[in-house]
């Protein structure tokens, strides 16, 4: 996809982040995407990963930061194009050989509370100062493995909205499962993650 692609596809989502039914609707799409870590380990300390929509589908673009910026050329070529997609396999705690680095239980916690409760949350963070998320900032520590799945999740937080925030659950699969959980939602910005740093955001 090219760049002037990906912009519009940020843009559709930055048009109806105040529209609850249309966030909704494509967060109806699915509560999962997978994409190959490789590209980010040793490169960037960040994957950022970025709504958006493109032809009707909710996607997440993501990119390595330390590409996430206006020096680097040919910008599109660095991004991964995901779409998200339901998956029906229930996440369930580990067996004892497997690894965690969140507890197994937390991880299932907030992804079901996610699949009960996205529709009820998000109209209520429509309301707040930041909104809903425009991106998520990944630690590359969260990729243990090739292929990882990510969960959309709601983890606890004072002073959010039914005392909740969107979260990222990065499963890692390669013989053992392993919870990650280090993710930010922005906006709002800050601990070490600024505005400045996505980029492609500022182009909208």
Not at 88 to 115: C, F, G, K, N
Not at 167 to 187: G, R, S
């Amino acid at each position: 996809m090219d760049k002037d692609s990906i912009v519009n596809s940020l843009q559709k989502w930055q048009d109806i982040r105040q529209d609850s039914s249309e966030l909704v609707n494509y967060l109806g799409q699915g509560n999962c995407f997978t994409f190959m870590s490789h590209k980010y380990k040793g490169i960037s300390k960040y994957c950022h990963a970025y709504l958006g929509i493109h032809a009707g589908c909710l996607k997440l673009f993501m990119i390595p930061s330390t590409y996430d910026n206006k020096d680097t050329i040919d910008i599109a070529s660095y991004v991964e194009v995901c779409k998200v997609f339901p998956d029906p396999i229930p996440m369930t705690a580990p067996t004892p050989m497997h690894l965690d680095r969140i507890p197994s239980a937390t991880a299932v916690t907030r992804v079901d509370r996610w699949e009960k409760d996205y529709t009820v949350w998000v109209p209520k963070k429509v309301t707040t100062t930041e909104g809903v998320f425009t991106a998520f900032a990944i630690p590359t520590q969260d990729f243990v493995t090739p292929e990882v799945k990510v969960r959309f999740a709601l983890q606890t937080e004072t002073g959010q909205p039914m005392g909740y925030n969107a979260d990222l659950v990065v499963a890692c699969k390669e013989m053992k499962i392993i919870y990650e959980d280090f993710v930010t939602p922005v906006p709002p910005y800050g601990s070490g993650i600024t505005q400045a740093s996505f980029y492609l955001l500022s182009l909208l």
